[in-house]
């Protein structure tokens, strides 16, 4: 298990794509699995950036990995403001370039993405975005 | 990353290297804007060089392919692009609004 505690600025994703890569690649996933990976973790903290963070500054973004034989888990925790995943409406990639909204790409791609993605949250724990991908389920 | 554009007679291209997330799809947005904002919207996007896009860099081509694709006056379209990015355009829908071409100079030719 490692943990790294980072600012939720977008000037950090190169380093937390890293971060993730290295514990992915520890597992034994591909590199195409790696990139899924990486692009979920970067989806997923670009929106606590822009949308939990919004309008606040000196945020932080907790991102804790723990490696197992089969899978990689990634939880990241923030302190902004919370929100309800099944409000964010899935988009339809299907729609005409007119039509294409790109609001809730990033949750559709992490969903696509991971095996699981859950939300929860409380005034004690703040934030929790828990992400798991695991190993031979393709993808 | 790094962004470059090169005029040509019937478009312009633009190049992207390296990788584009939330930190760097403005410069790719800025550079799309320098285009389009002189009046020029035949635009080949040569992705070799690409390692990586997330969401934010799909966002700024649909924000731009709108523009061009208006008046039909123009559309923006895809070269060279890297089979791990050409995954995440397939996955997000999007290699149904882009034409998409294995070399830049076929791109280029198609204007």
Redo the contacts between chains.
């Keep these: 298990m490692s943990k790294i505690t980072f600012d939720a600025t977008?000037?950090n994703?190169?380093e937390i794509?890293e971060f993730v890569g290295e514990a992915a690649r520890q597992v034994g996933f591909s590199?195409?699995e790696i990139?899924s990976i990486?692009?979920a973790a970067?989806?997923a903290s670009?929106n606590i950036?822009?949308h939990a963070y919004a309008g606040m500054t000196g945020g932080k973004l907790e991102i804790e990995l723990s490696v197992s034989a089969h899978e990689l888990k990634i939880m990241m925790r923030d302190r902004g403001k919370s929100f309800d995943p099944s409000s964010v409406p899935e988009p339809?990639?299907?729609?005409d370039?007119?039509e294409?909204k790109?609001g809730g790409?990033?949750m559709?791609?992490m969903r696509?993405?991971m095996d699981e993605v859950t939300y929860e949250s409380s005034p004690e724990t703040g934030n929790i975005l828990t992400m798991v991908k695991r190993l031979g389920d393709g993808g | 990353m790094e962004v470059t554009t090169k005029r040509f007679k019937n478009c312009d291209m633009v190049v992207l290297n390296g990788?584009v997330?939330?930190?760097t799809a403005p410069q790719l947005a800025e550079a799309l804007e320098g285009v389009t904002g002189s009046g020029r919207y035949k635009i080949v996007m040569d992705m070799s060089g690409l390692e990586?896009m997330?969401?934010?860099g799909?966002?700024a081509l649909?924000a731009s392919?709108?523009l061009c694709?208006r008046y039909n006056r123009g559309e923006i379209v895809l070269a060279s692009v890297p089979e791990?990015i050409q995954?995440?355009l397939e996955?997000?829908?999007f290699t149904?609004?882009f034409k998409t071409y294995a070399d830049p100079v076929d791109a280029v030719g198609s204007f």
């Design positions: 977008f000037k994703l190169d794509r590199d195409k990139y990486q692009l970067d989806e670009s950036i822009e339809n990639v299907k729609a370039l007119s294409r790109i790409l990033g559709y791609l696509k993405l | 990788r997330d939330s930190s990586y997330s969401s934010a799909f966002r649909l392919q709108r694709k791990r995954e995440a996955l997000a829908g149904e609004l």
